[in-house]
């Protein structure tokens, strides 16, 4: 079903190409809303629910968590926002999740997606995991999100591409050239 009073925007790329970075901006720029599915998936882990330990292994093996869940907590996310404009931050990473969400949520306008190549994505992850915390920034798990995300979650750009919903953006220039050229296209 559509969503008329929310302009729904997919926000995909690798893992590290700079896809939350790239969402705060368009929020202090736009007031958009930012919503990234990992995010929601970490804070479920952390309040310690019964779907929590299994989300922990999941994250740890870059596995993709069942759909079910994922469109569960951004559902009840987008429910309560009047923002002028929701990123969906890293969902969908497969076919059959996007599918779902367009069925049972809502349409969405395009994806932006953040073009990089692994080299730099895990440049940027590693130095990140210095500081981060988070239990899949470290190379063995690094290796692992590379490899779904190539395998599983391309073929979800892809079918957006063939159908003219995707912009694609070089993420290797700096953090504000990427900001300037999304910009570009709101
Ligand atoms: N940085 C950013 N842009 C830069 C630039 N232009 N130049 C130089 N440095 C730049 O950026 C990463 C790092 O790079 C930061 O230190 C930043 O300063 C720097 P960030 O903006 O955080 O990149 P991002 O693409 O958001 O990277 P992230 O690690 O969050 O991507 P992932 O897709 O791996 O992580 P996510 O949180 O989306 O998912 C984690 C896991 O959750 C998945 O592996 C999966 O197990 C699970 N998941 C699901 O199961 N289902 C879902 O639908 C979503 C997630
Ligand atoms: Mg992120």
């Known amino acids: 079903p559509a969503s008329p009073a929310h302009r729904i925007f997919f926000v995909l790329g690798g893992p590290g190409s700079g896809k939350g970075t790239q969402c705060a901006k368009l929020v202090e720029k736009y007031g958009f809303v930012h919503f990234s599915a990992g995010d929601l998936l970490r804070a479920e882990v ?17 596995k993709i968590v069942p759909g079910e869940i994922t469109i569960a907590l951004l559902k009840s996310a987008i429910e309560g926002t009047t923002a002028p404009g929701v990123l969906i931050d890293g969902f969908p990473r497969k076919l059959d999740q996007a599918g779902a969400f367009e069925k049972d949520v809502s349409d969405f306008e395009f994806v932006l997606f953040f073009d ?5 994505m895990e440049r940027r992850l590693l130095e990140r995991g210095k500081t981060s915390g988070r239990t899949d920034d470290n190379i063995a798990s690094i290796k692992k999100r590379f490899r779904t995300f190539v395998e599983t979650s391309m073929p979800v750009i892809q079918y957006y591409e063939a159908k003219g919903k995707v912009h694609r953006i070089d993420a290797t220039q700096s953090i504000e050239t990427v900001t300037d050229k999304v910009i570009g296209l709101f």
């Open 46 to 62: 952390k309040s310690g629910s019964e779907q929590g330990v299994m989300i922990d292994d999941m994250i740890k093996e870059g």
């Open 116 to 120: 990089c190549p692994e080299e730099e």
